[in-house]
Nanobody, 122 residues
Framework: QLQASGGGLVQAGGSLRLSCAVS????????MGWFRQAPGKEREFVAV????????YYADSVKGRFTISRDNAKNAVYLQMNNLKPEDTAVYYC?????????????????WGQGTLVTVSS
């Protein structure tokens, strides 16, 4: 089970840190990703982190502004979002994949959190 939190309302240029708590004893064996879905749009990939946390990959739209990290001792994954823009407004979801590697396709993730809303005002 995945529980995302940390969303809220922030002005453009501001920062937020999303957290995702995972209630799985085998958390360190999962590739973890963040996705988002804006109103009227399809869900899109944001960032992924490998099982060990040593490798990460980002969508071009967030590269240089967002940072994904994980703490395997705490069964948690994070998304630090800086320099937020109005176009970052969306519901953000964390997800777990059993496959190794930097998984970007949503269909390869087997478990999803409930989502947390991020609203960026201009």
């Amino acid at each position: 089970q995945l529980q995302a939190s940390g969303g809220g309302l922030v002005q453009a240029g501001g920062s937020l840190r999303l957290s995702c708590a995972v209630s799985e004893r085998t958390f360190s064996t999962y590739t973890m990703g963040w996705f988002r879905q804006a109103p009227g749009k399809e869900r899109e990939f944001v960032a992924v982190i490998s099982r060990s946390g040593e490798a990460t990959y980002y969508a071009d739209s967030v590269k240089g502004r967002f940072t994904i990290s994980r703490d395997n001792a705490k069964n948690a994954v994070y998304l630090q979002m800086n320099n937020l823009k109005p176009e970052d407004t969306a519901v953000y979801y964390c997800a777990a994949a059993r496959r190794a590697g930097l998984v970007q396709r949503s269909s390869e993730y087997y478990s999803w959190g409930q989502g947390t809303l991020v609203t960026v005002s201009s």
